[in-house]
Structure formats: C-alpha cells, structure tokens
C-alpha cells in the first residue's frame, strides 16, 4: 500500500481485548482515506479526455462512452465515498502479518449453537467487498430466513495485492496464498475449517485444500480452476471437448486482457493508476460482460456497488498488484509446474467439493470435467447468475453453501 495514502489517513489500532483470540498480532483496521486523495480523485475525474463516440456501437468496442460518461458524471458529484466506508466500518476489520506479509481480513462471528468457520477468498476485478451482502447471511442466518444451527464464523481476506493487503513481496504469490490462508486460520484458532472461493479465489481454495487437507473439511467453489485446461486430457469426453473448444474460443476472442496482465502488465497498470476513467472502464466493462446482466451492468449491480469497487481500487493504488496473479501463471517455468505437480501428488484429492454453477460465468465445465480434479459430492446448476454470484445472487449461493456443510458441522 503507498505509504503517503496511509500517512493521509488509513486507519490502524490494537485489537479489542474482548476478542483477542483472533490472533495476537492482528491489529483492528478502520478504513478512512484522507480527503487529500478523494479531492485529487474528484479533480482528475473532471480533467477526463474523452475518445470519440461512435454512433450506435453501444459496448461492441469494449466501452460505452455515453454510459462511461454518465458515471462519471454520478462518481464525481453524486457517489459518496464516506457511506461505502461506513458500510465497510461495520464489519471487523485487522490486518497481521503472515510470513512477512501484511494481509487484511474481515473475522465476523457467528450467531448460532456451533458456527463452522469458512473462510472465503475474492476474485478479478473485485475485491473483499464482493462478499459484503453474504457475510451477514452467513454468520446470522436465523435473520435471513435459515436455520440458527447453519452459522458460520466468516474470514474474508483481501488477496495480497488487493485492497488493503500489502503486495506480493516477490513473483509466484498466487502459489502461497493457499499457504498464507492457512496460517491466518491457525492464527484466529481454527483447526478444521471450510472454503469458498470464485476466480482466483477458486484457484486460491484448491490449493488450500489441497495443500492443508487436513484441515479444511470441504471447499465449495463456483468455477473450476481455469488453469486445468492448459493440459487437456487425452481422452476427453464430448462435453469436455465442447468446453475445451469454448475455453479456446473465449481466449481468442474475449480473453485479450488475461494476456496482457500476465505478459506486459505494467505496460497496462501505469495508465489505469494515472487515470480514474480509465480504471473505471477497465472493471466496468469485466462486471458488465461476466455478469448476467443482459446487457445492461445496472441490471446486476448498483451504481454505488460498482464505484465502490472501483475506488477501493484508486484509493489503494492496488490496479498493478492485482495484476499478479495473471503475471505469476503467465511466467510459471517448468520448475514450477513440477513442483506444483509433486504437492498435487503428495496432497489428497479426497476432500469434499462443491460446485454452484452460474449459466452466465466466464465458462461452463460439465461436471466430469471436475471430477477429473476433485472429490465431487454436490453440483448446482444455477438458474441464472453470472461470474460475481455473491454480489448478483446471494440467496442462491447461500442456501447452496449452507446446504453443502451443513453435514460437515460438529
């Protein structure tokens, strides 16, 4: 995090005495930027230079200019920042260090006889704030229609390079987190836990369960970890070979961005950390064509959802870091894979999983694509959703994570 953005005001004090057991080292995070930085956000949004709009392309060139212009419009003068910091206040926030590493998290308790922590990991281009509406459904359900007994003890770290999480000290983060994830659940006191996660957060999720099996006691996920089909089998089946045509097809077509992060990504990040628009335009046009949204990103997503998004991002100047990850499986040698493929080998494929499949997330596997990777024992197909599911559908996602551990409790 830039160090004059937390001299102007990002805000750390100890940690409470009446919950200590989250760690001793953990320090309670309040999150207030200084007005300094709102005030250059604000000038820089009005010194926008506009590109040429044309006529009846709505987003067929990647952006609307017409609704670009509109938001701009509302982030300048009718977003308020100190709300969306408000809203994040309520929930406990600390950072700790982990292995050097500073790692912001949100620990919120359960309400019910025997909560079962889980911890739930974020994706690209969001951040924590996309689990902000199931947080409290998951750690109150009897206030959200479900069953006290289905409490859960909610952690939700922010990826390092994201939010308010240092950035990576050096490549190949994206292998450790998993790692890192384990040590903060150790650390708040938790010997048996379950997972989450989309995205990264589902790449992130594997690797702790596969690396800490006996520790997590299932992991529910809402897409297969992409990077599976890089070495596609030799015996695939017709669904499997439809999706590996599908993947191929999307990186051709849509996943241009994917290359750029994870070949030349500061080539990329100087102009979207020197310009708000640009930033804004970056994420929008991912949450407008992952989501299901019809085409419309308000369909799915308030004006403030999406802004508050976008300036966790200005504020913490974390565009570039959240690059990582693409960089780190971009450059990943032979000695990396190897490695990789001998904690496969030594780990264990037999903890529980879950997959809830939204019809409009980037792909759609069938389900003997994941069987080839995981111990399948539930499998959702959504009735609608896309790739933020927590943000576009948090009932359909909760009631399928309640449902999927709630044997798995005691």
Not at 116 to 143: E, N, Q, W, Y
Not at 165 to 189: C, K, N, Y
Request: include cysteine; glycine fraction near 10%.
């Amino acid at each position: 995090m830039p160090s004059d953005l937390m001299a102007g005001g990002l805000e750390m004090q100890s940690y409470a005495d009446d919950q200590s057991d989250t760690g001793p080292h953990a320090e309670r995070f309040i999150v207030h930027v200084a007005e300094a930085v709102l005030d250059d956000l604000r000038q820089r949004l009005a010194r926008t230079r506009w590109i040429t709009e044309i006529s009846g392309a709505g987003w067929d060139h990647g952006l609307d200019v017409s609704y670009m212009r509109g938001l701009i419009d509302y982030w300048r003068g009718g977003f308020d920042w100190r709300a969306q910091e408000a809203a994040m206040n309520r929930f406990a926030q600390f950072r700790t260090d982990i292995d050097g590493q500073q790692i912001h998290f949100i620990h919120e308790r359960g309400r019910g006889p025997n909560p079962l922590p889980i911890v739930l990991t974020h994706g690209f281009p969001d951040s924590f704030l996309r689990f902000a509406k199931i947080i409290p459904m998951l750690t109150d359900p009897a206030s959200h229609g479900g069953d006290v007994a289905d409490a859960f003890d909610v952690v939700v770290p922010s990826i390092p390079g994201y939010g308010f999480s240092d950035r990576p000290a050096r490549d190949g983060m994206i292998f450790r987190v998993g790692d890192l994830w384990h040590e903060l659940m150790t650390q708040l006191g938790y010997e048996r836990y379950a997972a989450h996660g989309g995205d990264w957060g589902s790449t992130i999720t594997e690797l702790l369960a596969r690396d800490h099996a006996d520790a997590v006691v299932g992991i529910h996920l809402t897409d297969v970890p992409f990077f599976h089909a890089f070495q596609p089998p030799d015996d695939p089946s017709a669904k499997e070979k439809q999706y590996l045509d599908r993947i191929a097809k999307f990186g051709q077509t849509e996943g241009a961005y994917a290359m750029i992060q994870g070949a030349q990504p500061q080539a990329l990040s100087l102009g979207l950390n020197d310009s708000p628009a640009g930033l804004a335009a970056w994420i929008i046009e991912k949450m407008r064509r992952w989501s299901d949204c019809d085409g419309n990103v308000e369909n799915s997503f308030t004006k403030d959802e999406l802004l508050a998004n976008v300036t966790l991002y200005w504020v913490t100047e974390t565009i570039d870091s959240s690059f990582a990850p693409y960089y780190d499986i971009t450059h990943a040698g032979s000695g990396t894979w190897i490695k990789q493929g001998i904690k496969k080998w030594r780990g264990s494929s037999d903890v529980p999983a879950a997959f809830a499949m939204f019809p409009k997330d980037l792909s759609s596997p069938p389900r003997e694509w994941a069987e080839r990777f995981f111990q399948v024992e539930r499998w959702t197909e959504m009735p609608r959703g896309g790739h933020f599911a927590a943000l576009e559908e948090p009932e359909l996602l909760v009631k399928d994570i309640r449902d999927f551990f709630r044997p798995m409790r005691g």
